[in-house]
């Protein structure tokens, strides 16, 4: 019996995302390889961006990107001489990236709207497949 997708939202600044997407990998928990081997080929993944920039106050709060992880395979990639972050292979999809803020009391996975960002801290959570539904359906272009 083949299993059920699973639902997960990465933390990380809008200028990393878009180099994933530019790249096709996804990295977690600045390149952390626990996060990354949870997922499997055929889960999806949504990127939420609580920054513009890595280390800069400039707000950002929109889901920046979408996609389904395209095998099971987490590997390190050296990028500099003391950064070899891990990284899976995702195929992202046509999306428009979609402010929270209109969908924080509707999405599960906020449980006290007033602290909506306390579920972001860790950088990585998984989400049901209603959370999933109801932001991929404003992100995926038609």
């Not at 990639?77 to 009391?105: E, K, T, W, Y």
């Not at 909506?116 to 959570?125: A, D, Q, S, V």
């Given at each position: ?15 990393h ?8 990998f ?53 990028v ?25 009391n ?16 860790f ?17 995926l272009?038609?």
């Amino acid at each position: 019996m083949e299993r059920e997708p699973k639902y997960w939202v990465i933390v990380a600044s809008k200028d990393h995302v878009q180099t994933g997407i530019s790249e096709g990998f996804a990295q977690a928990c600045h390149g952390k390889m626990a996060p990354l081997k949870r997922m499997r080929k055929g889960d999806f993944v949504i990127y939420y961006s609580g920054k513009q920039t890595m280390g800069q106050p400039d707000k950002c709060q929109e889901f920046t990107a979408i996609g389904e992880v395209k095998d099971d395979n987490t590997y390190p990639v050296q990028v500099s001489a003391d950064f070899c972050p891990a990284r899976r292979d995702i195929a992202f999809l046509g999306h428009r990236d979609i402010s929270i803020l209109p969908l924080i009391n509707d999405l599960d996975f906020i449980p006290k709207k007033q602290s909506w960002g306390y579920p972001f801290r860790f950088g990585f959570l998984e989400i049901n497949k209603h959370d999933f539904d109801l932001i991929s359906a404003k992100m995926l272009l038609k």
